[in-house]
C-alpha cells in the first residue's frame, strides 16, 4: 500500500492562502472547512480542534473566518488505503497577529481561548 509521508523529498503539507474569508460548518462530528482557491470552491474536511471548541462551546453550525487568514493543508494518514487532505489548522491573519503582540487584541478574540491578558 502506498502513502504519502511528512518527508523533506515529497510535499504532503502545504500554507493555503485563501481568496477571501473561509467558512467553517459543523454537522454532528464532522467540521468542514470552506474556501476559495485559485477560482474554485474547496471544501475539505478540518480537524483544527481550537475552532471546533469554540463551535462547540457556543453551539454554531457555521463561523466565518477573517480575511488573512492561511490554512496548513496536509495528507492524513491513509483511511481504507487511501490519503485524504485535510485542514489542520486555522492561522490568524498577519494583522491579528500584529494586535495580540501589540498588546490591542486578547488571545480570546483571536483564537477562541483565555490568555494572560483574559485573566480575572
Known amino acids: 500500500m502506498r502513502f504519502w509521508e511528512r518527508s523533506s523529498d515529497h510535499p504532503s503539507i502545504g500554507l493555503v492562502e485563501p481568496e477571501g474569508p473561509i467558512m467553517l460548518l459543523r454537522s454532528g462530528d464532522y467540521l468542514a472547512c470552506r474556501f476559495g482557491w485559485r477560482g474554485t470552491l474547496i471544501e475539505l474536511p478540518c480537524i483544527d480542534r481550537r475552532r471546533a471548541a469554540v463551535m462547540d462551546r457556543t453551539q454554531q453550525t457555521r463561523m466565518a473566518g477573517q480575511r488573512g487568514e ?44 483565555a490568555g494572560p491578558d483574559d485573566r480575572a
Open 70 to 113: 492561511r490554512l496548513v493543508v496536509a495528507l492524513h494518514p491513509p483511511i481504507d488505503g487511501h490519503c485524504h487532505k485535510v485542514v489542520e489548522a486555522v492561522l490568524p491573519g498577519l494583522s491579528r497577529v500584529l494586535d495580540i503582540l501589540s498588546g490591542r487584541r486578547s488571545h480570546r478574540r483571536c483564537f477562541g481561548r
